[in-house]
């Protein structure tokens, strides 16, 4: 199909965030739903550069020995000045990268249908944090509304 080969023409991850991105008017669904979809679009921008910091920034482990205590290990990330990742942050990274895939993939369940439930979808999606290590996302409150977003499932 035309719209894959022009898709995937593009090499980098933004290039085909920019093409979805110019297509967001276009959607044949409510206000609600590109307010959803320029929503995740954003967030996927974000944590594509956090993505990108561990797969290209150099990394390497260091053993410190705090007087008194057991030896523990500590994350380094050695480029470009930046902070760096804890082993923590990487754990809570892990939890909301997959989180956000589980609430696109609960949104978009209908494959090629129109995204169900938008303001319900908004909702889960404004629970991530705009940086995937910033802060685990709060499953109490994520719990229920994921529920409700599958109760309103095709049944097919």
């Known amino acids: 199909n035309r719209g894959f080969a022009v898709y995937y023409s593009a090499?980098?991850?933004q290039g085909r965030l920019d093409m979805v991105r110019a297509?967001?008017?276009?959607?044949?669904?409510?206000?609600?739903?590109r307010r959803f979809m320029t929503s995740a679009l954003n967030l996927a921008s974000e944590y594509s550069q956090f993505r990108n910091r561990?797969?290209?920034?150099?990394?390497?482990?260091?053993?410190?020995?705090?007087?008194?205590?057991?030896?523990?290990?500590?994350?380094?990330?050695?480029?470009?000045?930046?902070p760096r990742i804890s082993k923590a942050q990487l754990q809570v990274a892990a939890g909301n990268f997959g989180f956000f895939s589980v609430v696109i993939m609960f949104s978009m369940?209908?494959?090629?249908?129109l995204l169900l439930e938008p303001e319900l979808s908004e909702a889960l999606l404004?629970?991530?944090?705009?940086?995937?290590?910033?802060?685990?996302?709060?499953?109490?409150?994520a719990g229920p509304l994921i529920k409700?977003?599958?109760?309103?499932q095709p049944k097919d």
Not at 148 to 152: A, N, Q, R
């Open 54 to 82: 561990l797969a290209h920034d150099s990394h390497g482990g260091e053993i410190v020995t705090a007087p008194g205590s057991a030896r523990f290990e500590k994350w380094i990330s050695g480029s470009h000045g930046r």
């Open 148 to 152: 409700e977003l599958l109760s309103h």
């Open 23 to 33: 297509l967001v008017p276009l959607a044949r669904t409510i206000p609600a739903g």
């Open 11 to 13: 090499r980098s991850f």
């Open 126 to 141: 404004a629970l991530l944090p705009a940086g995937p290590a910033d802060r685990e996302t709060d499953q109490k409150v």
């Open 109 to 113: 369940m209908g494959g090629r249908r």
